[in-house]
């Protein structure tokens, strides 16, 4: 079933740059469509690079999608909803909320860090656009924990998602990127 806070695991044949071995956050799902936020494509800018204030605090930022590119958003874990304005998507794992809220708790210390993940843009599909890419076979639906979310490897995180789904999944984790170079 497909609801916000499950992953979308993008099939090793997609033949999409963009979505290329990607793992794909939903952090919302309607009638209108769906948006979330890929979590395992990092980039070699950080947050202090790209705004205009210098912050206390530094960290890497990720590709969240191909909409909307100019713009930070972030998904945080936190036990309760601390952060002022913050979406709840399941279990610890929020998105979004009042950015200067954001910085006085992670510099107080009250938030921690490492359960911060910034993004610039986010993956968006309009209305029915998702289910006819499900449709084409474009997308593996699953489960993750947040914890498994904020890996300090992202990297691996299709490879190993996939791995860890057994069976015929497993399987598909080894597919080449290229299979012609094989």
């Not at 699953?142 to 300090?152: G, L």
């Amino acid at each position: 079933m497909l609801t916000k806070g499950k992953i979308l695991i993008s099939e090793p044949y997609l033949g999409d740059s963009t979505f290329e071995r990607s793992v794909v956050l939903l952090c919302e799902h309607n009638d209108s469509g769906a948006f979330g936020f890929m979590l395992n494509k990092s980039t070699t800018l950080t947050i202090n690079s790209v705004l205009e204030e210098q912050l206390t605090f530094e960290q890497n930022l990720f590709l969240g999608g191909p909409v909307a590119q100019d713009s930070l958003f972030f998904l945080l874990r936190q036990d309760r909803a601390i952060l002022k304005d913050s979406v709840h998507i399941k279990d610890d794992l929020y998105w979004g909320g009042d950015f200067e809220h954001l910085k006085t708790l992670i510099q107080e210390g009250t938030l921690e860090l490492d359960n911060c993940r910034f993004f610039l843009g986010y993956s968006g599909w309009g209305e029915d656009q998702l289910e006819y890419e499900l449709e084409k076979h474009s997308w593996i639906i699953a489960d993750i924990n947040s914890e498994d979310m904020f890996v300090k490897n992202p990297e691996s995180m299709w490879q190993n998602v996939l791995r860890s789904m057994g069976g015929d999944y497993k399987v598909l984790s080894n597919y080449p990127i290229d299979p012609r170079l094989n």
